[in-house]
């Protein structure tokens, strides 16, 4: 079973910067895709980033862009989100996702992670 565990989120003020990480266990998904998606309070939770099996594909959700970069450790079998320029409108519990097949897309997914929660206040 492929286990996926958040770490780095926290409260921030508007304009800060956070470092997302996601470490995933098991070997099912060395060669696949992973991803950040995020579900803000009252909202349906929503693609983020996603970064290909080789750490050179990349695909940003259009709020995100300029301001978010995602990147991963395959060795490691780590992704990272880079948060910079928060807004409060980034408020959210952010999910890893990850994948173990290929698909042209980056943000279809099979497992997730808890979530961890990042708050920018104004």
């Known amino acids: 079973q492929v286990q996926l565990v958040e770490s780095g989120g926290g409260l921030v003020q508007a304009g800060d910067s956070l470092r997302l990480s996601c470490t995933a266990s098991?070997?099912?998904?060395?060669?696949?895709?992973m991803a950040w998606f995020r579900q803000a309070p009252g909202k349906e939770r929503e693609f983020v980033a996603g970064?290909?099996?080789?750490?050179?594909?990349?695909d940003y959700a259009d709020s995100v862009k300029g301001r978010f970069t995602i990147s991963r450790d395959t060795a490691k079998n780590t992704v990272f989100l880079q948060m910079n320029s928060l807004k409060p409108e980034d408020t959210a519990v952010y999910y890893c996702?990850?994948?173990?097949?290929?698909?042209?897309?980056?943000?279809?997914?099979?497992?997730w992670g808890q979530g961890t929660q990042v708050t920018v206040s104004s």
């Open positions: 996702a990850a994948r173990t097949g290929w698909n042209i897309s980056l943000r279809r997914y099979d497992y």
């Open positions: 098991g070997r099912t998904f060395s060669s696949g895709a």
């Open positions: 970064v290909g099996w080789s750490g050179s594909t990349t």
